[in-house]
Structures are given as structure tokens and as C-alpha cells.
């Protein structure tokens, strides 16, 4: 399985972004697409998850301000994000699972001003 990642860029604090993701494969196995990131020398986190059933999960730091939604008849996973903080500047990677199985894209990179 492989993930395409787009959306990232250079905002302004206060500011919003969507990140898209796809994942290559056509049929329904996906059962958790999610973003995590990772902020300059630190570990990578969770941002948000969602399931095919689509029960959401976020971090406590961006609840209230991210949404994450899954389209399963694309395989495709969404995440908007509003009142983005300079905090939130980091790599955001897609990920998916399938049964067992996590795959990774190849990671986006998001950045707050201040």
C-alpha cells in the first residue's frame, strides 16, 4: 500500500490547512487511516486517527481545532486544520492500517508563523 500525502505548506497562526491522503489500493480493507507528526527533534506523535467505522480519535492538543474525516470508497483520509499555533509546525506523515499491518507515507510539511 502505498500513500500520497498532499495540503502541507506555510500559514500564518490563526490560519487553516487540509491535508489529503490516498492510499493505493482500491478495495475496502483499510480498516485505520490517520496523521501523526514530528516537530524538529522530537518523537513522532499522533495527531488524529479515524476507522473505516468511523470512530475519531485526536491528540488532546488538537482537539476543538482539527477534523478528521475518511472517504472509504476512495481510500482517501482528510484532515482539516483551524486556529493552527506555531506549535503545530512539523512533518505530518499519513498512515494506514490494514488488518495488522501500518503503512506510511511519505510525510508533509506543515508550518505556523507567528
Known amino acids: 500500500v502505498q500513500l500520497q500525502a498532499s495540503g502541507g505548506g506555510l500559514v500564518q497562526a490563526g490560519g487553516s490547512l487540509r491535508l489529503s491522503c490516498a492510499a493505493s489500493i482500491s478495495d475496502f480493507s483499510i480498516n485505520v487511516m490517520g496523521w501523526y507528526r514530528q516537530a524538529p527533534g522530537k518523537q513522532r506523535e499522533l495527531v488524529a486517527t479515524v476507522t473505516s467505522g468511523g470512530y475519531q480519535n485526536y491528540a488532546d492538543s488538537v482537539k476543538d481545532r482539527f477534523t478528521i474525516s475518511i472517504n472509504n470508497a476512495k481510500n482517501t483520509v482528510y484532515l482539516q486544520m483551524k486556529s493552527l499555533k506555531p506549535e503545530d509546525t512539523a512533518v505530518y506523515y499519513c498512515?494506514?492500517?490494514?488488518?495488522?499491518?501500518?503503512?506510511w507515507g511519505q510525510g508533509t510539511q506543515v508550518t505556523v508563523s507567528s
Open positions: 498512515y494506514a492500517r490494514r488488518g495488522f499491518t501500518g503503512f
